[in-house]
C-alpha cells in the first residue's frame, strides 16, 4: 500500500501569497519560517473550529463559525463586514458561491 | 482592488489539512473557502508585522528573524 504524504498547502502558494502582500524581498529562510508559521496556523485553527462546533452542539463547521472566529480575531468589524472582505480578497467565483447574488427574474443564488 | 492575481483556493487540500487535525470535523459546503480566506488574512497580517520589523531595523528584504517576531504576534492575534 502507497504510503500518502502528509497534506500540506503548497510552498509556492504560500510563497507567491506572502510575496504578494509584503510588496519587498524575502530571503529564503524567512520563507520558511513562514511555512512552520502556517502550518501551526492551521493547527491552531483545527483546534478553534474544534471547540466552536462543539460549544454549538453540532460537528459540522458552519459559515457562522468562521464568521464569528473572524470576528474574534479582529477581521470582521462592524465598519468591515464578512462579505467585503470576500469581496476583497476572493476571485469572483468563489465570491458567488458564498455571497448571494440578486440574479434576474427574482431568484437568489445560492 | 487589492487582489489582481490570478488564485485559486486549494480546496481539497485545505480539507484534508483539517481533517488531519480534527478527523471528526465535517465542514459545511463553502467552508474552505471562507478558511482559505481567513488564511489569505493570516498572510496579510504576517507580511505586515513583517514589513513593519525590517524597516524598525533598516533591513530592505525580511530576514528569517523579522518572520519570527511577526509570527508570534499574528499567531496570538489569530487565535480564536
Redesign the interface.
Given at each position: 500500500q502507497r504510503k500518502m504524504s502528509e497534506p500540506e498547502l503548497a510552498s509556492s502558494l504560500i510563497k507567491k501569497v506572502f510575496s504578494h502582500y509584503v510588496k519587498m524581498p524575502v530571503a529564503r529562510d524567512a520563507f520558511r519560517i513562514v511555512k512552520k508559521c502556517s502550518e501551526r496556523y492551521f493547527r491552531q485553527l483545527s483546534n478553534d473550529l474544534e471547540a466552536y462546533t462543539q460549544h454549538a452542539g453540532r460537528k459540522t463547521v458552519e459559515v457562522a463559525d468562521l464568521e464569528v472566529l473572524m470576528r474574534r480575531q479582529g477581521l470582521v468589524t462592524d465598519k468591515m463586514p464578512l462579505h467585503v472582505l470576500i469581496e476583497r480578497h476572493l476571485p469572483l467565483e468563489y465570491r458567488k458561491l458564498l455571497i448571494p447574488v440578486a440574479v434576474s427574474g427574482n431568484k437568489i443564488i445560492p | 482592488?487589492?487582489?489582481m492575481?490570478?488564485?485559486?483556493?486549494?480546496r481539497s487540500?485545505?480539507r484534508?489539512?483539517?481533517?488531519?487535525?480534527?478527523p471528526?470535523?465535517?465542514?459545511?459546503a463553502?467552508?474552505d473557502?471562507?478558511?482559505?480566506?481567513?488564511?489569505?488574512?493570516?498572510?496579510?497580517r504576517?507580511?505586515?508585522e513583517?514589513?513593519t520589523n525590517?524597516f524598525e531595523n533598516r533591513s530592505?528584504?525580511?530576514?528569517?528573524e523579522?518572520?519570527?517576531v511577526a509570527?508570534k504576534v499574528?499567531?496570538k492575534?489569530?487565535?480564536?
Open positions: - | 482592488m487589492a487582489m492575481m490570478k488564485r485559486t483556493a486549494p487540500t485545505l484534508k489539512i483539517i481533517k488531519k487535525h480534527k471528526q470535523l465535517r465542514l459545511a463553502n467552508v473557502l471562507l478558511i482559505h480566506l481567513n488564511f489569505l488574512l493570516f498572510l496579510h504576517l507580511a505586515e513583517a514589513r525590517a530592505k528584504i525580511i530576514k528569517p523579522h518572520a519570527i509570527a499574528v499567531l492575534k489569530s487565535r480564536g
